[in-house]
């Protein structure tokens, strides 16, 4: 069966539901959302706490199955694969930065940034990964442990893992919600830049209004539904 379709867009999301089971009874995460993300569109996905966003980006990941509904991404339904499909498809074409890290903290930063390249088994994995780390301007951090690193750092190493397998999507939950606002900014100023540089699509989930504007579109998200699909953010911004 032949899984690639409609490749034009980055993201579709065709009436994505999500319901989880709890003490009390179903309880309804996604209501119907309806989303396409166009190649090279950087987007950001807005909402209070508990609106859903985070869910929606780990659906379009694989890292969560929609109760029912379409996730098409990168032009492949992720309904007819199977974990480890899910899990090729993510390394191939997906760069994920999550807000609290999830780096692997017995390894190094170069052995962090190598590991995605290594389980595709790209040639020189290591060489690439210094190649990454250089370009988040942490070539000197190379022999460090997550530990032995600040916060930004941190997210430095994961924006270069993300990015070391030139993804043609990036994925950004809250990615500087563990920083403070100066070192935010310079992480923020750095994802974009490597976006414009790579082409890839962007879909970034903030509760920051500011850093939205700075994306294409804006999508507002509350109860489980997107409740606002504006044209460009910066010509609404004032």
């Known amino acids: 069966m032949d899984q690639t379709v409609r490749p034009t867009r980055a993201i579709e999301l065709e009436d994505v539901h999500v319901t989880l089971s709890s003490r009390a009874g179903a309880v309804a995460i996604l209501r119907g959302i309806h989303l396409d993300v166009s190649l090279g569109e950087a987007v950001a996905v807005i909402g209070p706490s508990g609106s859903g966003k985070s869910t929606l980006l780990m659906v379009t990941a694989g890292l969560e199955r929609a109760t029912s509904g379409r996730v098409i991404v990168a032009g492949t339904d992720l309904g007819a694969l199977d974990e480890d499909g899910l899990a090729r498809l993510r390394a191939e074409k997906i760069g994920i930065v999550f807000q609290s890290f999830h780096l692997v903290p017995t390894m190094t930063a170069l052995e962090n940034v190598a590991l995605p390249m290594e389980f595709l088994g790209r040639e020189n994995p290591v060489d690439v990964a210094r190649d990454a ?43 500087t919600g563990n920083l403070d606002l100066a070192t935010g900014a ?47 953010v910066s010509a609404n911004a004032t």
């Open 133 to 175: 780390l250089e370009e988040v301007g942490l070539s000197h951090r190379v022999s460090h442990f997550p530990g032995q690193l600040s916060g930004g750092e941190q997210q430095r190493v994961a924006i270069a893992r993300a990015l070391s397998t030139r993804p043609s999507l990036i994925l950004a939950d809250e990615p």
């Open 186 to 232: 310079a992480v923020m100023d750095l994802l974009f830049e490597l976006k414009e540089r790579t082409g890839a699509t962007l879909l970034l989930i903030t509760h920051d209004h500011e850093l939205a504007t700075r994306c294409d579109r804006t999508v507002s998200v509350a109860d489980g539904r997107i409740v606002d699909e504006g044209a460009s």
